[in-house]
């Protein structure tokens, strides 16, 4: 989730459901820590607690430093990342790459534990490779540590996010070790959400890429748990809403240059499987500063409010849904306004 999870995506995500939110990686190379990039990984002025902050690296020493240096910087946990399978951090022997060696995993654990003074939490896959499955021995490891929390994504590391997801794994890490276990993998759905718990036993669960453009499903799914009924998707104005403070927090952030650029991949992924997403986006992405994209924003949520009042889900695979363009919406709309047959017709 790297360029994902950054400040003002995380308040949201926060303000909408999820318990617990964690940030981008920063590296444990001190000489790193002065970017641009990592000042605002290191940036959580009005972060709504806990503030967890994800370190990554390969040498205990350095992660140590790296722990010490954002608790000084108002980390509540230190989160050591395990789990990424890119390959730019694996080449450096960091994320997923460190379990083939369960040696300097204990190693680095121990240095991180000792070093800070919150708690130490990790995130992990189930193995390098489906030919080395190493996730119990890992999680003893950790548990020995001091680790006080582990996420297991149930994939492994030369699996990345291709293939089922392994909850079965999981389910056998939560038996082995007495701390808390959160699950990740492919959790989109309330559903999915309430099977995952269901079938592992885990503490909790962990919602990654399904967030992305949808930050309402934590709400969602917590509604589900509860009750056993669906929340109705978000109306049109209330999203528009969300959408509208989140590009402002986002504007504010990043500084109307970048935040232009980087503000696209998220409007892309709300609109993603909206009707007439597929037109904002070729819009969107011509608008060159924060007025021009605040104003595509706005067109885009009246002509979908001219549809209906709230949010309306297309499925990515459906071609002849999806290429129904917001015109014949708009007359489909507009005809059952004046004609019975219409409104059966619409409803149909």
Known sequence: MAGVTDRPFRQLCKRLGAGYAVSEMVAANPKLWGTDKSRRRLDHAGEVAPIAVQIAGSDPGLLADAARYNVDRGAQIIDINMGCPAKKVCNAFAGSALLANEALVAAILTAVVRAASVPVTLKIRTGPSPRNRNALAIAQIAEGAGVAALTVHGRTRECAF????????????????????????????????????????????????????????????????????????????????????????????YGEEMAVRTARKHLGWYTAHLVGGEQFRSEMNATTTVDEQRAAVTRFFDRLADVDERLIYVKPADSVVRSISMQDHLHRRQFSKHSSWGREALAA
């Open 162 to 253: 291709v293939g089922s997801v392994e909850y079965e794994t999981i389910a056998a890490v939560k038996r082995q070790v007495a701390i808390p276990v959160i699950a990740n993998g492919d959790i989109r759905t309330p559903e999915e959400a309430q099977s995952v718990l269901g079938r592992t036993g885990v503490d909790a669960i962990m919602v990654g890429r399904a967030a992305q453009g949808r930050p309402w499903i934590f709400r969602e799914i917590a509604h589900y748990l509860a009750t056993g009924r669906h929340l109705a998707s978000p109306t049109v104005a209330e999203a528009h809403s969300l959408i509208a403070e989140h590009l402002a927090d986002h504007y504010d952030f």
